[in-house]
Antibody, heavy 117, light 107 residues
Framework: QVQLQQSGAELVKPGSSVKISCKAS????????MHWIKQQPGNGLEWIGW????????KYNQKFNGKATLTADKSSSTAYMQLSSLTSEDSAVYFC??????????WGQGTLVTVSS | DIQMTQSPSSISVSLGDRFTITCRAS??????LSWYQQKPEKSPKLMIY???NLEDGVPSRFSGSRSGSDYSLTINSLESEDTGIYFC?????????FGGGTKLELK
C-alpha cells in the first residue's frame, strides 16, 4: 500500500533554514509527482508546489519562490522540501501528498515546523 | 490565481440531516475539483475526485455534483463520524488552490 512517511517536528530559529523529508513506499516513486502543502494553525491549506522525481522537474506556487526548494532522492524514494530565511509566518504543518486519478489520495502525516527564537 | 470560495465556513448539523457544502470557482476549472475531510491533528482524506467520483472506501452517503462554476459536496443522513473540516481543491490551473474550509459540527 502507498505510504508517505514524513520527518519529525522541527523547532528552528528565525532566519535559519529547515529541510523536511517525505519517504515514499508502496509504489514507483519516480512515476508520480510529489506535492507539498502548507497548513497554518487555524488556517486553510496552501499548495506549495510539486516535484517529479523521475527527472527532477518542479513546479512552484509563485508565492513560495525563494522560500521553498523541492528535491528528490531516487535511491531512497525520498522527497525533500527545504524552507529558507524562516520567519514566524513559516510556522505551520507541512504535508507531502500524491495524486491518484483526480485527487490527492495519499498524504504524509504532516511535519510541524515552529519558528521561534 | 483561481479563487475557490467555499461556503458555509462553519455549520452545526443534527444526526441524520442532509448537508451541502459549496465551492465556487472564479474561473473555469472543468471537473478538476476534489473534496477532502480533515479530522483534528490528522491529514486530509480524499472523499470525492473529479467533482463527482466517490473515492474508494468513502461511504455512499457522500456525493459530489457540479452546476456551472458551483461545486457541491453533499452528505446524506449525517453520522457522528462525519464531523471535521472539509476543503475543496482545484487542480485545473497553477497554482492549485483550496477553498477556505467548512467546519462541520454536530448540533
Amino acid at each position: 500500500q502507498v505510504q508517505l512517511q514524513q520527518s519529525g517536528a522541527e523547532l528552528v530559529k528565525p532566519g535559519s533554514s529547515v529541510k523536511i523529508s517525505c519517504k515514499a513506499s508502496g509504489y514507483t516513486f519516480t512515476s508520480y509527482d510529489m506535492h507539498w502543502i502548507k497548513q497554518q494553525p487555524g488556517n486553510g491549506l496552501e499548495w506549495i508546489g510539486w516535484i517529479y522525481p523521475g527527472n527532477g522537474n518542479t513546479k512552484y506556487n509563485q508565492k513560495f519562490n525563494g522560500k521553498a526548494t523541492l528535491t528528490a532522492d531516487k535511491s531512497s524514494s525520498t522527497a525533500y522540501m527545504q524552507l529558507s530565511s524562516l520567519t514566524s509566518e513559516d510556522s505551520a504543518v507541512y504535508f507531502c501528498a500524491r495524486f491518484n486519478y483526480g485527487g490527492l489520495a495519499y498524504w504524509g502525516q504532516g511535519t510541524l515546523v515552529t519558528v521561534s527564537s | 490565481d483561481i479563487q475557490m470560495t467555499q461556503s458555509p465556513s462553519s455549520i452545526s448539523v443534527s444526526l441524520g440531516d442532509r448537508f451541502t457544502i459549496t465551492c465556487r470557482a472564479s474561473q473555469d476549472i472543468g471537473n478538476y475539483l476534489s473534496w477532502y475531510q480533515q479530522k483534528p491533528e490528522k491529514s486530509p482524506k480524499l472523499m470525492i475526485y473529479r467533482a463527482t467520483n466517490l473515492e474508494d472506501g468513502v461511504p455512499s452517503r457522500f456525493s459530489g455534483s457540479r452546476s456551472g462554476s458551483d461545486y457541491s459536496l453533499t452528505i446524506n443522513s449525517l453520522e457522528s463520524e462525519d464531523t471535521g473540516i472539509y476543503f475543496c481543491l482545484q487542480h485545473k490551473q497553477y497554482p492549485r488552490t483550496f477553498g477556505g474550509g467548512t467546519k462541520l459540527e454536530l448540533k
